[in-house]
């Protein structure tokens, strides 16, 4: 059952012009494909599972792409054959969840090549038992496209051990995560819209701490609660965790309970080029167990903290903090953990080239009482912040060297001594006072 040029016509005329499916593209997908509609597959007239699931079973086995038109569709546990290609009208073919058997819309298991494009994907806020909309499983070359997923009683798009990409989605109003993968095998998610979840954005996981080599690129992500409360593993736009060699870049992150990018666990992890505003704790976090991460080229705007590189204590080391613009920070008032720091570090640092300004408590921190080793904290600008450079002088802290900073219009102090968190009376700027702590070199610094 292929098109005719009748067919094609009266397609190209049934809103494809007006939601952004172009002719020229048209014309390139429907001679060769299949119709949804020449199965049975229809709208308003009740559940559609058997029907859609006999058209997507023939398309595969002839190896040629389904069209789904334009229309609203009652389906639920459909399940997709390796090779599928299902084409939809962008924004007007819809695959409404009915809540059949609590199964979710759409699953890929074991599959090589599905391809989905132009596809609307409802939850209907109906039960999902725990799962999501769309589920793939041990699928290599996943493609999805073009599609938009919204209303999940759970998360949008679960992935586990999946190859391929997620792209150009608009994935909304999730009870937990827009898209929860877990030990990918070689994913980029790139280009989607994701708002308004209730507890993540993306998360990017591994079971054990190991390899993974997702890219996360140039997303738009807002608005993610913390329904679920906790300490940091929710609230998130963008959540790492034992995920090694993970890219976070050029993404748009804002309006987050918690972190815009938290990296846990994750080694040799980059977060580089995001653009993060109003974040309600620390903007840009590689927390536990880590080695090696480079958080650089970042703007921060309107958050409780900057960026964090933590948890000596637990094995986190080894990192870049460079380059970053981070600005108008703030302190969570009545909060125990009240942050206003622009840039917190502890072991095998290097903290260079970074402007921060309007931290109300402390520009660049170094270290946590004993929790500091071989850090280096140069040529950067810090301005308006009560304590411009803050460094551990607690009994076994390691050393740091603090040189040839610009440091502007401080409140207190300059630069500071601290023990875990309470500030030494005396500048450290001053030679004799810095000549006091063995462990701090400081020079060249200039103070206006």
Same mark, same amino acid.
């Given at each position: 059952m292929v098109f005719s040029r009748r067919d094609f016509l009266t397609l190209a005329g049934f809103g494809a012009l007006t939601t952004g499916f172009s002719l020229a593209a048209l014309a390139k997908v429907l001679p060769s494909s299949l119709n949804a509609r020449n199965f049975g597959v229809k709208t308003g007239g009740g559940d559609q599972s058997a029907a859609l699931q006999n058209a997507i079973d023939q398309a595969a086995s002839k190896q040629m792409p389904l069209f789904l038109p334009g229309g609203d569709y009652a389906v639920s546990n459909i399940t997709l054959p390796?090779?599928?290609?299902?084409?939809?009208?962008?924004?007007?073919?819809?695959?409404?969840?009915?809540?059949?058997?609590?199964g979710g819309l759409l699953s890929a298991n074991g599959t090589g090549n599905v391809s989905l494009s132009g596809l609307v994907l409802?939850?209907?806020?109906?039960?999902?038992?725990?799962?999501?909309?769309?589920?793939?499983?041990?699928?290599? !070359?996943?493609?999805?496209?073009? #599609?938009?997923?919204?209303?999940?009683?759970?998360? #949008?798009?679960? *992935?586990?051990?999946?190859?391929?990409?997620?792209e150009n989605c608009e994935l909304a109003n999730a009870r937990q995560a827009a898209l929860f993968s877990i030990d990918a095998?070689?994913?980029?998610?790139?280009?989607? @819209?994701? @708002?308004? #979840?209730?507890?993540?954005?993306?998360?990017?996981?591994?079971?054990?701490?190991?390899?993974?080599?997702?890219?996360?690129?140039?997303?738009?992500?807002?608005?993610?609660?913390?329904?679920?409360?906790?300490?940091?593993?929710n609230g998130n736009g963008i959540n790492i965790f034992r995920a090694h060699n993970v890219i976070a870049a050029q993404n748009r992150i804002s309006d987050c309970a918690f972190s815009a990018v938290r990296s846990n666990a994750g080694s040799a992890c980059q977060i580089i080029g995001n653009s993060c505003s109003r974040i309600k704790e620390v903007a840009l976090y590689?927390?536990?167990g880590f080695e090696g991460?480079?958080?650089?080229?970042?703007?921060?705007?309107?958050?409780?903290? !900057?960026?964090?590189?933590?948890n000596f204590n637990n094995g986190g080391r080894l990192g870049v903090c460079a380059n970053n613009?981070?600005?108008?920070?703030?302190?969570?008032?009545?909060?125990?953990?009240?942050?206003?720091?622009?840039?917190?570090?502890?072991a095998d640092t290097l903290v260079t080239?970074? *402007?921060?300004?309007?931290?109300?408590?402390?520009?660049?921190?170094?270290?946590?009482?004993?929790?500091?080793?071989?850090?280096?904290?140069?040529?950067?600008?810090?301005?308006?912040?009560?304590?411009?450079?803050?460094?551990?002088?607690?009994?076994?802290?390691?050393?740091?060297?603090i040189a040839n900073n610009l440091i502007s219009g401080s409140k207190t102090h300059a630069?500071?001594?601290?023990?875990?968190?309470?500030?030494?009376?005396?500048?450290?700027m001053e030679a004799d006072n810095a000549k006091a702590f063995d462990n701090l070199t400081i020079s060249g610094n200039v103070v206006s």
């Open positions: 390796s090779g599928l290609q299902l084409i939809g009208v962008p924004g007007q073919s819809m695959l409404s969840y009915n809540g059949g058997g609590g409802n939850g209907n806020t109906l039960d999902l038992s725990g799962s999501a909309l769309f589920v793939a499983q041990d699928a290599t !070359g996943l493609s999805m496209e073009d #599609c938009r997923i919204f209303d999940s009683s759970a998360n #949008c798009i679960s *992935l586990r051990s999946v190859s391929g990409r997620i095998q070689g994913l980029i998610i790139t280009t989607n @819209h994701v @708002h308004d #979840c209730d507890n993540n954005g993306i998360l990017v996981w591994r079971s054990q701490k190991s390899e993974d080599g997702t890219i996360v690129t140039q997303n738009r992500i807002e608005n993610i609660a913390t329904v679920d409360g906790g300490s940091g593993q590689a927390e536990f991460v480079v958080i650089a080229q970042n703007i921060v705007e309107d958050a409780a903290a !900057g960026v964090s590189i933590t613009i981070i600005r108008n920070l703030f302190v969570r008032e009545g909060e125990k953990d009240q942050r206003g720091i622009g840039i917190g570090v502890e080239g970074n *402007l921060v300004e309007n931290a109300p408590r402390i520009g660049i921190a170094v270290g946590w009482g004993k929790y500091m080793r071989d850090v280096s904290v140069t040529n950067n600008i810090i301005r308006k912040s009560r304590i411009g450079i803050a460094a551990s002088i607690s009994l076994g802290a390691g050393k740091a060297l630069i500071a001594g601290f023990d875990y968190g309470k500030t030494l009376p005396q500048e450290l």
